[in-house]
């Protein structure tokens, strides 16, 4: 039988990083919790990444996940938007790399292919695809099901790449 694995999706930002924890055993998937990690905005940039920090080590203890997946983040028009965006999606990449559990990526597009269908699907049909996908889930904000539509996702091309990884052909 397929053994299990915990994994967590990130969805980085400074305000609200959403997370979101799947349990994946071949292709079934199971929810195991999601929120956000949220900052304040009168805070220096350095507390904010920290606090961000802080958060995203609290879930690795409590969660312990085998693998996590970070969504890329779209280039904003917004030059100091996007520099701070960067750092935060930096600390998101880095704190679970540094506890040894790899860290995979995704682009936007590729997460509402591998959710939805399509890589054009707006925010809604993603989160209606994610409570569909993960009975019982109840997400109180959009960060929280775009976080688990990564994990989702990462659990679908996981499979995949370890089906390759045994040979497997399609007939």
Do not use: F
């Not at 998937?29 to 940039?45: C, E, K, M, N, Y």
């Not at 040894?100 to 990526?105: D, F, K, Q, R, Y």
């Not at 889930?137 to 996981?158: F, G, K, N, Q």
């Amino acid at each position: 039988m397929y053994q299990s694995v915990r994994l967590l999706g990130l969805d980085p930002g400074l305000q609200h990083t959403g997370w979101g924890m799947v349990e994946s055993a071949g292709s079934r998937l199971r929810h195991l919790g999601d929120g956000v990690i949220s900052t304040d905005a009168s805070q220096p940039l350095a507390d904010r990444l920290c606090t961000l920090h802080r958060g995203i080590l609290l879930l690795l203890e409590q969660w312990q996940p085998d693998e996590a997946a970070v969504e890329h983040t779209y280039v904003n028009k917004n030059p100091q938007a996007a520099l701070k965006l960067g750092q935060a999606r930096g600390v998101v990449l880095l704190t679970p790399a540094l506890g040894g559990i790899p860290v995979a990526e995704y682009q936007a597009m590729e997460v509402k292919r591998a959710v939805v269908g399509t890589g054009h699907a707006d925010k809604t049909q993603v989160e209606a695809m994610v409570k569909r996908l993960l009975p019982g889930a109840v997400m109180r904000r959009s960060d929280a099901a775009d976080a688990l539509a990564i994990a989702i996702c990462h659990a679908h091309h996981r499979g995949t790449r370890l089906a390759l990884a045994r040979g497997y052909v399609p007939a």
